[in-house]
């Protein structure tokens, strides 16, 4: 069977047995490059059933503090005395979607964070990769709406399919481009801050030779937990990047993945701008609660942008 015939099917596994599941994770993950090991490691990530309850304040120090719909949730406290911002959605919730977008101009530009907002109307959303100062390329491979806008050269992809099933994929540092056919939005992050449940620093391996893992600022990062639970989060506080990785293991992330920081970081929710960057941005990575709204606006993700042949 042809690999986007296969992404196309996913949006109906959700209402599948798991076992379906866990079968496109080690396909997804043997497809894209990764190891036997890593598509192993995700069947168990999403074997495991849900233990507590979506709404209950599981990790001690965090307080839910809205909801919106049955599965998205926003939470805020203090986890190993880092003040935190942490976004969470339920991935088995059909009506939870997620998705990412380019800023209006496309690869090379930058947009303020409210406008790209204000432009998609998403429940929730964070910064996405890393980009270039002074010509606001990003570092990081993107595939929005099933289409590869862009490749990269560094990091760990965030790769999500129709049916929500999200994959934290390797890649070779300026290795040759990895096949995205079988998902819907990549996001090309990095580095790798837990994997497989233990916490991991892989920073020059995937490519960052040059960022400061030890120097404080603050951060952003994405999560997925055992129980299938994707979590957006923003740290108040300038904190290094193994401390981020310690505070993603915290709050139950199975698999995580930085994002950008600094002057980039930013989280929106529900009306509320929890973040706000000190400069425009080239992407971000949404969660919506509703599909109807995801479905109507995802013509905004990459509007009027014609991808950039790969080389």
Same mark, same amino acid.
């Given at each position: 069977?042809?690999?986007?015939?296969?992404?196309?099917?996913?949006?109906?596994?959700?209402?599948?047995?798991?076992?379906?599941?866990?079968?496109?994770?080690?396909?997804?993950?043997?497809?894209?490059?990764?190891?036997?090991?890593?598509?192993?490691?995700?069947?168990?990530?999403?074997?495991?059933?849900?233990?507590?309850?979506?709404?209950?304040?599981?990790?001690?120090?965090?307080?839910?503090?809205?909801?919106?719909?049955?599965?998205?949730?926003?939470?805020?406290?203090?986890?190993?005395?880092?003040?935190?911002?942490?976004?969470?959605?339920?991935?088995?919730?059909?009506? *939870?979607?997620? =998705?990412?977008?380019?800023? @209006? &101009?496309? !690869? /090379? $530009? #930058?947009? %303020?964070?409210?406008?790209?907002?204000?432009?998609?109307?998403?429940?929730?959303?964070?910064?996405?990769?890393?980009?270039?100062?002074?010509?606001?390329?990003?570092?990081?491979?993107? *595939?929005?709406? =099933?289409?590869?806008?862009? @490749? &990269?050269? !560094? /990091? $760990? #992809?965030? %790769?999500?399919?129709?049916?929500?099933?999200?994959?934290?994929?390797?890649?070779?540092?300026?290795?040759?481009?990895?096949?995205?056919?079988?998902?819907?939005?990549?996001?090309?992050?990095?580095?790798?801050?837990?994997?497989?449940?233990?916490?991991?620093?892989?920073?020059?391996?995937?490519?960052?030779?040059?960022?400061?893992?030890?120097?404080?600022?603050?951060?952003?990062?994405?999560?997925?937990?055992?129980?299938?639970?994707?979590?957006?989060?923003?740290?108040?506080?300038?904190?290094?990047?193994?401390?981020?990785?310690?505070?993603?293991?915290?709050?139950?992330?199975?698999?995580?993945?930085?994002?950008?920081?600094?002057?980039?970081?930013?989280?929106?929710?529900?009306?509320?701008?929890?973040?706000?960057?000190?400069?425009?941005?080239?992407?971000?990575?949404?969660?919506?609660?509703?599909?109807?709204?995801?479905?109507?606006?995802?013509?905004?993700?990459?509007?009027?942008?014609?991808?950039?042949?790969?080389?």
């Amino acid at each position: 069977m042809e690999n986007r015939q296969l992404a196309i099917e996913n949006s109906a596994l959700r209402i599948r047995p798991l076992a379906w599941h866990r079968k496109l994770a080690v396909t997804c993950v043997l497809l894209a490059g990764g190891s036997l090991a890593s598509a192993v490691a995700g069947r168990a990530a999403l074997a495991a059933p849900r233990q507590t309850p979506l709404n209950a304040a599981y990790t001690h120090g965090l307080a839910t503090i809205d909801r919106q719909g049955t599965g998205v949730y926003y939470r805020k406290g203090f986890v190993l005395g880092v003040g935190i911002n942490v976004v969470e959605a339920d991935l088995s919730d059909p009506e *939870v979607r997620l =998705g990412a977008m380019v800023a @209006r &101009g496309g !690869i /090379g $530009t #930058a947009e %303020a964070f409210r406008q790209m907002v204000r432009r998609a109307r998403p429940t929730a959303a964070i910064t996405g990769t890393f980009f270039g100062m002074g010509n606001n390329i990003p570092t990081g491979d993107l *595939v929005i709406n =099933g289409k590869p806008l862009f @490749r &990269g050269f !560094i /990091g $760990t #992809a965030v %790769a999500i399919t129709e049916g929500n099933l999200v994959s934290f994929i390797p890649t070779q540092y300026k290795g040759r481009a990895t096949d995205w056919s079988l998902f819907d939005t990549v996001i090309r992050g990095g580095p790798r801050l837990v994997d497989s449940g233990v916490v991991t620093m892989t920073a020059k391996s995937e490519g960052f030779r040059t960022l400061p893992v030890t120097a404080r600022r603050t951060r952003t990062a994405v999560g997925l937990t055992r129980d299938n639970r994707l979590q957006f989060v923003a740290v108040r506080q300038g904190i290094t990047l193994w401390e981020l990785a310690k505070v993603m293991r915290a709050i139950g992330a199975y698999h995580a993945v930085a994002l950008d920081g600094g002057t980039s970081t930013a989280m929106y929710f529900a009306g509320n701008y929890v973040a706000n960057p000190g400069r425009g941005l080239t992407n971000v990575l949404m969660i919506y609660h509703r599909r109807a709204q995801f479905d109507a606006m995802r013509q905004q993700f990459a509007a009027g942008y014609q991808p950039t042949p790969t080389p």
